[in-house]
Every structure is written in structure tokens, then in C-alpha cells.
């Protein structure tokens, strides 16, 4: 129990944050578990593959089995790499079982280039003398997720120290790994993205982030109702995600002929390169 809540107090604190109902639903998997075992202080060493697998045995479908299966091998994980209190991970062993597929939406490129113009971009007209210096973000935002191929949580908790500006290099960072740990992505940045982030940091108001919520002070850690507002101004007759743009750049980078599959893997940041395959 006590390995579980400091691995929990550990995302709750992470400077790459993943978010809070990801972390509470983290935490009801290992409350399950516990309460299965029917020992909250049960010692790690104790715990072995096979009842572990016998707990995921009593999960109603394959999906929540995964779910369950991925949690319990991050705090494992944790307990091994960081904690390193015990040098064996029994649920590595324990392979996932066949998920259903959910229906990926890929934006075609005229959607994408509707919700391109359809993002406010420069100063307000009316402007308030409080956010006279603030510049819309909407389209940089979209922009930057496209160009820099990723999730757009990466952009969001971007920093001006994630930019090699000598190097054309920015690196994105993501928890999206087997172990949740932090992992640096390089990529290269084009002409267009250079530009945007240039004007951003000429514009900045704050050294830090490169996307800043300057109304409330704070980084931004989500936009929830953005890309619904683009979909309606732009139109579309379906609801396009922040996660659909990155399918968008992903379909295009996995069928693309001068592009390799491994190089659009370690572009888009895919752990495995089954993923990517996906999307050929």
C-alpha cells in the first residue's frame, strides 16, 4: 500500500503530468487489488505472477483487464527503477489480451485545414487594457501540434528550455510508456514552427512555458472545450479531436514513401512500432 501511494504522490507531482482521473482511476485499480488480496501491508516479494493473474481473471471484460494489468506494472515498475526495493516485476509475464478496437477518427485534409482557419490568430479587436498584450494562441496551438507531430499535452506542458534553437530540435516530453516514465522526444523543427516559436518568445510574458493561460496565471494543463469550438465555427459536420490532428500527421507519416516506418515511429514518440503500423 505504501509503495502504491508514494508511485501515486509521484504523478500527482510530476513535472509531465498525466491527468487526474488517469491517476484516480490508478488508484482504484490498486485499492481492488489490496482489497482482493485481503492485506494492505502485504510485502511486494510476497506477491507473485500468479496471483496477480488471478485477480485480473475477475475483471468483467479484456479491456478492463488491460487497464488493470498496465497499473499494476507501472507501481512495479516504480518499485523496481526508482524505489528499487525489489529487482522482479511478475507482471511482466502476464501477456494483454485482445482489446476492442476503438474506431479511429482521422480527419481528412480538408477538416484539418478548416479548423486551421477556422482558430483565432493576433490581438483582439476590442482590446481590454488588462490583455491588451495577449495574442490569441488558437491557431499557434493547432499549428504546433501538427508540425512538431505530437500529443497535445506535450505542447501544452512545452517549455522555452525544450526549444535547441542551435540545434532546429525541440524536444517533446511524454509519460506515455510502459512504466509512465518520462521520456524526451526529439524533433526537428521546420521553417513554420521555427517561426511561430521565434514570435512566441518575442511575445512571451513569462520565461517557462510556451503556451501560458495568462488570464489565470498558471500553465495550461488542458483545453477541453477548444476543439469543439473550432468544429462549430468551422462547420464540420463531425467532432474532430486534438487526438484526431495527431492521427491526421500520423497517417500521413506511416504512408509516406520517402519516410521510414522505424522514422515515423521515433517521430511520433510510439513506444511500439505496432502502433505506428496502424496507421499504414
Request: charged share 30%; glycine share 2%; hydrophobic share 35%.
Amino acid at each position: 500500500s505504501s509503495i502504491a501511494n508514494n508511485y501515486i504522490y509521484s504523478l500527482y507531482n510530476a513535472e509531465v503530468p498525466i491527468g487526474k482521473d488517469g491517476i484516480k482511476n490508478k488508484e482504484k485499480a490498486y485499492r481492488d487489488f489490496l482489497d482482493y488480496v485481503g492485506d494492505s501491508e502485504i510485502a511486494i516479494h510476497m506477491i507473485s505472477t500468479d496471483i496477480i493473474e488471478r485477480y485480473l481473471n475477475t475483471r468483467p471484460n479484456n479491456d478492463s483487464f488491460n487497464r488493470y494489468r498496465t497499473s499494476l506494472n507501472q507501481v512495479f515498475e516504480y518499485a523496481k527503477n526508482v524505489l528499487r526495493i525489489t529487482q522482479y516485476n511478475p507482471v511482466t509475464i502476464i501477456p494483454k489480451r485482445k482489446a476492442r478496437r476503438k474506431k479511429r477518427i482521422v480527419p481528412t485534409i480538408f477538416e484539418v485545414q478548416k479548423i486551421i482557419d477556422s482558430a483565432r490568430d493576433g490581438f483582439p479587436v476590442k482590446r481590454n487594457a488588462k490583455y491588451k498584450k495577449i495574442r490569441y494562441d488558437e491557431k499557434d496551438l493547432i499549428l504546433c501540434i501538427i508540425y512538431a507531430m505530437a500529443r497535445y499535452g506535450e505542447i501544452l506542458n512545452l517549455k522555452w528550455e525544450d526549444i535547441l534553437w542551435d540545434e532546429h530540435i525541440l524536444i517533446k516530453r511524454t509519460r506515455k510508456t510502459s512504466d509512465q516514465f518520462e521520456k524526451e522526444i526529439p524533433v526537428p523543427i521546420n521553417a513554420p514552427l521555427e517561426k511561430i516559436l521565434k514570435r512566441r518568445w518575442k511575445e512571451r510574458l513569462q520565461n517557462e512555458f510556451v503556451f501560458w493561460n495568462h488570464i489565470k496565471k498558471i500553465p495550461y494543463r488542458r483545453r477541453p472545450k477548444l476543439m469543439a469550438r473550432l468544429c462549430k465555427r468551422a462547420k464540420l459536420k463531425r467532432q474532430i479531436t486534438f487526438h484526431g490532428l495527431r492521427h491526421f500527421v500520423a497517417t500521413v507519416l506511416a504512408n509516406d514513401p520517402n519516410i521510414s516506418l522505424w522514422a515515423a515511429q521515433q517521430l511520433l514518440g510510439h513506444e511500439d512500432i505496432t502502433a505506428t503500423q496502424g496507421y499504414v
